[in-house]
C-alpha cells in the first residue's frame, strides 16, 4: 500500500426496488463501515458514500406490476432503506439518489466526454421486440429456456447454474412484460455501445500489479480479460433513466443503460455531500488527486463493473483516479431449520430477513456481531437462526458482556466505584496489560486487509483474556485475604474494559458507546481515540457507574426457529 492522504470508501448502491435484508447488508455496507469507522478514529480523512440505484429494470418491473409510476416506487424504497441503513448504524457521510438531476447532468457529461474520445460509438444490432405492447425489450423483459442447463432463465443470465449469454441465445423467448408473454421477434435497432475493447491492454496492465486483492476479485477481473473485452450497449429502450444528451432522432424512445450511470452515482453523491458540506470544490481532491485511496466494497455479482467497466469509463475521462482496492465478498445464504441445503434469501419464496425488522426486534449490536462473524469474505456463509442465538449469547453476551459486568459489578460493590490504583504488577498482570496494545495491533493490521471476521474474533479474545484473568486471580478470595492484590486485579480488569469500549467502537458502535458512559470515557469513535488503546486508560480514582448489562441474553423462544433445537 502507498502513501494516501485520504480515503473515499463506496458501498454498491442498492436498487430502490425493495427492502434491504440481511444478505445485503453483510456484503456491502457493514464491512465498510467497521472500516471507516477505524479509519476515523485513526484520525484519517475519510468519505463514505452509497445511495439508491434509482433506474434498475426491477424498479420498471415493478412498477408496472403494482400498476403505478416508477417515481413512487424509489421514493417508497429509496426512504425505506436509508432508515434501515441508519437503524443497523450504516453510518454513511451521505445517502444519495441517482434520481437527482445533478446525477443526470454528470451521467451525461460522462457519457459526451466517452463519445468526443471515439470510446463511444453508435452500433446497429438486433433486438427482441414485442409486437403486442410494441416495444423493444430490453435482456431483462425477456425470460426463457436456459440454453445451457435447460432451466427457468432471465435474458441474458441463469440463475440455476449462473450462466451468462447473449438474450439471443436464450432457448423458447417470451415477454416478461407483465400482461404480455408472448414471442418476441428480432428487429434491427441502433444503440450506443462502449468500446471496452479499447481499454483492453491499460487495464490489463493495472490489475497486474493489484496483487494484494483478494482473490475472487482479481480473478474474476482476469478471467473476464482473457476472455477479451467486447463493446458494450450503453443505451436501452426505455422511458425511465438519463436521457442520451444528443440530437438524434435514433435516441428517441432510449435511455442510458443503468449499469452505465450507477457507478456514475458514487461521484455525483460526492459533489453533493461536498456542496453540502460547504466545500463544493473537494469533490474533484477526491475524485482526481492521486492522493485519494478509492476503495469500493461490493457483492461478487458486481466484480466486473468495479474492476473493469467503471475504471474504463474513469479513464475515458482522463482526469479520474481509478480504485486502488475492490473489496468483493461472497454471498450470505439462509439456512432454514429443517431444510437440507442453505438457499438464497428471497422474498418470493418466504425466505427473507428484513435489516429494519430484526434491527428493531434484536437491535443492531446483535445483528452487526452475528453478520461480522458469519462473514462471508473468502466462501459463501449461511444466516440461522439458531446460530444468532448462539452466538450472540456465547460470544456477545458470556464473553464479553459478562467481563465487563463482572468487572464492574465487583467494583462498584466492594471498591466504592472507584479504580482503584494499579499497585505493585507482577508478571500476570503486566501481562495482561499487554494484552490490550497487542490487541489493538492485531485488530488493526486484520482491518488494514480487510479481515472484519478475524478482527471481531481477535476483539473478542481479549474480553476472553479477562475473564481468565479474573477468574485465575479470584479477587473474591483476595479481597479478603490480600486487599492490595484485589485492587490491583480489578484495576487492569478496568483498563481492559476501556481499551475493549474503543476497540469494540467499529464493530458495535451501541454497545462501545454505552460502555463508555459507564465508565466515563468521553468519545470511544473520536479522532486519535485508535492510538491510546491501551496507552492511555482510566487513572486511579475514576468513578463509575454501578452496570447495567450491557448485551443482555436471548431466550430460545425470543428468536425465530431456536426453540427448535
Ligand atoms: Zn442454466
Known amino acids: 500500500m502507498g502513501t494516501f492522504e485520504r480515503t473515499l470508501v463506496t458501498s454498491a448502491l442498492p436498487y430502490a426496488n425493495g427492502r434491504i435484508h440481511v444478505g445485503h447488508l453483510a456484503g456491502a455496507y457493514l464491512p465498510p463501515d467497521i472500516y471507516v469507522r477505524y479509519l476515523r478514529m485513526k484520525g484519517e480523512e475519510v468519505v463514505f458514500i452509497c445511495g439508491s440505484d434509482e433506474h434498475g429494470v426491477p424498479i420498471t418491473l415493478r412498477a408496472m406490476e403494482e400498476g403505478v409510476g416508477p417515481q413512487e416506487i424509489i421514493d417508497r424504497f429509496h426512504t425505506a432503506n436509508e432508515a434501515a441503513f441508519a437503524a443497523a448504524e450504516i453510518d454513511f457521510d451521505i445517502y444519495g439518489r441517482t434520481s437527482w438531476p445533478e446525477h443526470h447532468e454528470l451521467t451525461q457529461a460522462f457519457f459526451l466526454k466517452l463519445l468526443d474520445g471515439g470510446y463511444i460509438e453508435k452500433q446497429r444490432i438486433q433486438q427482441y421486440y414485442s409486437e403486442k405492447v410494441g416495444m423493444f425489450l430490453p435482456d431483462r423483459y425477456v425470460e426463457g429456456v436456459c440454453p445451457k442447463c435447460g432451466g427457468d432463465a432471465r435474458g441474458d443470465q441463469c440463475d440455476h447454474c449462473g450462466t451468462t449469454y447473449e438474450v439471443t441465445e436464450l432457448r423458447e423467448p417470451r415477454s416478461a412484460v407483465p400482461g404480455d408473454g408472448t414471442t418476441p421477434v428480432l428487429k434491427d435497432t441502433l444503440h450506443w455501445f462502449l468500446r471496452l475493447d479499447r481499454f483492453q491492454e491499460t487495464l490489463g496492465d493495472w490489475l497486474e500489479g493489484k ?35 444528443l440530437d438524434d432522432p435514433d435516441a428517441e424512445g432510449k435511455r442510458i443503460y443503468v449499469w452505465f450511470d450507477a457507478p456514475i452515482g458514487y461521484v455525483t453523491n460526492t459533489k453533493v455531500w461536498a456542496e453540502r458540506s460547504g466545500r463544493p470544490e473537494y469533490w474533484s481532491t477526491l475524485w482526481q488527486d492521486a492522493g485519494t485511496r478509492l476503495i469500493h466494497f461490493i457483492g461478487k455479482d458486481n466484480i466486473p463493473f468495479h474492476a473493469i467497466i467503471f475504471p474504463a469509463m474513469l479513464l475515458g475521462q482522463e482526469t479520474y483516479i481509478r480504485p486502488d482496492v475492490v473489496v468483493a465478498n461472497e454471498y450470505l445464504n439462509f439456512m432454514r431449520a429443517g431444510r437440507a441445503a442453505a438457499e438464497k434469501f428471497s422474498k418470493s419464496r418466504g425466505a427473507v430477513i428484513e435489516v429494519r425488522e430484526l434491527v428493531e426486534t434484536f437491535g443492531p449490536d446483535r445483528l452487526r456481531y452475528y453478520l461480522t462473524a458469519i462473514a462471508p469474505e473468502t466462501a459463501d456463509s449461511e444466516f440461522s437462526w439458531l446460530d444468532f442465538f448462539h452466538r450472540t449469547n456465547g460470544e456477545l453476551a458470556d ?72 477468574d485465575d486471580r479470584k479477587p473474591w478470595v483476595t479481597r479478603k485475604q490480600d486487599p492490595a492484590q484485589c485492587a490491583t486485579t480489578i484495576h487492569v480488569c478496568l483498563q481492559l474494559a476501556a481499551g475493549l469500549a474503543r476497540l469494540m467502537a467499529p464493530f458495535l458502535p451501541g454497545g462501545a458507546g454505552r460502555l463508555a458512559a459507564m465508565l466515563g470515557i468521553e468519545g470511544p469513535q473520536s479522532p486519535g481515540s485508535w492510538a491510546r488503546i491501551g496507552e492511555e486508560g482510566l487513572p486511579a480514582g475514576r468513578r463509575f457507574e454501578k452496570p447495567k448489562i450491557l448485551f443482555p441474553k436471548l431466550e430460545p423462544g425470543d428468536v425465530p426457529e431456536a426453540s427448535t433445537d
Request: contains cysteine; charged residues 25%.
Open 211 to 245: 496483487t494484494d486483492w483478494r482473490p475472487n476479485t482479481r480473478g474474476g477481473a482476469m478471467s473476464w480479460l482473457r476472455e477479451g473485452l467486447r463493446s458494450r450497449c450503453v443505451t436501452r429502450d426505455t422511458e425511465w433513466g438519463v436521457r442520451i444528451p
Open 399 to 470: 464473553v464479553l458482556g459478562n467481563f465487563i459486568h463482572r468487572t464492574l459489578s465487583f467494583g462498584a460493590k466492594n471498591l466504592a466505584g472507584e479504580v482503584p490504583p494499579a499497585g505493585t504488577l507482577g508478571e500476570a498482570d503486566r501481562a495482561t496489560l499487554a494484552a490490550i496494545a497487542e490487541t489493538r495491533e492485531k485488530v488493526g493490521g486484520l482491518l488494514d486487509r480487510f479481515q472484519f471476521r478475524h478482527a471481531q474474533a481477535a476483539m473478542i479474545d481479549l474480553a476472553r483474556v479477562g475473564n481468565r484473568y479474573f
